[in-house]
T-cell receptor
């Protein structure tokens, strides 16, 4: 079963616009990660946020985490056509076991 | 760092046949994971190794599925008596164990796409 649910399932925007994806999860976590997947390829790690952090930045990416609402968001600013991909959140309970992935948001950025 | 490699990239088999996939993780990584992903869904956890020890298995991993990681290096995933429902992308990932209590980021291979006809 999948722990996280991403919203929206699909998002289409114009190049230069910002894209916001949300992730909700069910059980307690100690970290949440976001991954990107291009069609037919494996997933690539983007960013990790710990349960005691509220916001984290990496380049054009901004991730927030609200553990009271069991939710996270990924913001991609000034999107590019190359950002077209599926984005997944993944939650971890501790370092000793696996990550549980959500169903993903399919982002299309039109040039 | 040559990344995680998986072989084959594609496999078409007939129902009832056995198939085996191979994963070569990043050499210094001691943790290795297998996930399954169907079209339009996120990856679902199958099993996880730390070195050669298989530490966790999902209930998704029926008795037709077996995974090994001899000598703690490469891993194989075998599916016996394949069914059409086994058609999916099988993803392997590796990570290094750190002193942190947080999950290390996973490095994924490009997967093996299995089609059972």
């Amino acid at each position: 079963s999948q722990q996280g649910e991403e919203d929206p399932q699909a998002l289409s925007i114009q190049e230069g616009e910002n894209a916001t994806m949300n992730c909700s999860y069910k059980t307690s976590i100690n970290n949440l990660q976001w991954y990107r997947q291009n069609s037919g390829r494996g997933l690539v790690h983007l960013i990790l946020i710990r349960s005691n952090e509220r916001e984290k930045h990496s380049g054009r990416l901004r991730v927030t985490l609200d553990t009271s609402k069991k939710s996270s968001s990924l913001l991609i600013t000034a999107s590019r056509a190359a950002d077209t991909a599926s984005y997944f959140c993944a939650t971890g309970r501790n370092a000793g076991n696996m990550l549980t992935f959500g169903g993903g948001t399919r982002l299309m950025v039109k040039p | 760092d040559t990344g995680v490699s998986q072989d084959p990239r594609h496999k078409i088999t007939k129902r009832g046949q056995n198939v085996t996939f191979r994963c070569d993780p990043i050499s210094e990584h001691n943790r290795l994971y297998w996930y399954r992903q169907t079209l339009g869904q996120g990856p679902e956890f199958l099993t996880y190794f730390q070195n050669e020890a298989q530490l966790e298995k999902s209930r998704l991993l029926s008795d037709r599925f077996s995974a090994e990681r001899p000598k703690g290096s490469f891993s194989t995933l075998e599916i016996q008596r394949t069914e059409q429902g086994d058609s999916a992308m099988y993803l392997c990932a590796s990570s290094s164990r750190t002193g942190s209590s947080y999950n290390s980021p996973l490095h994924f291979g490009n997967g093996t796409r299995l089609t059972v006809t």
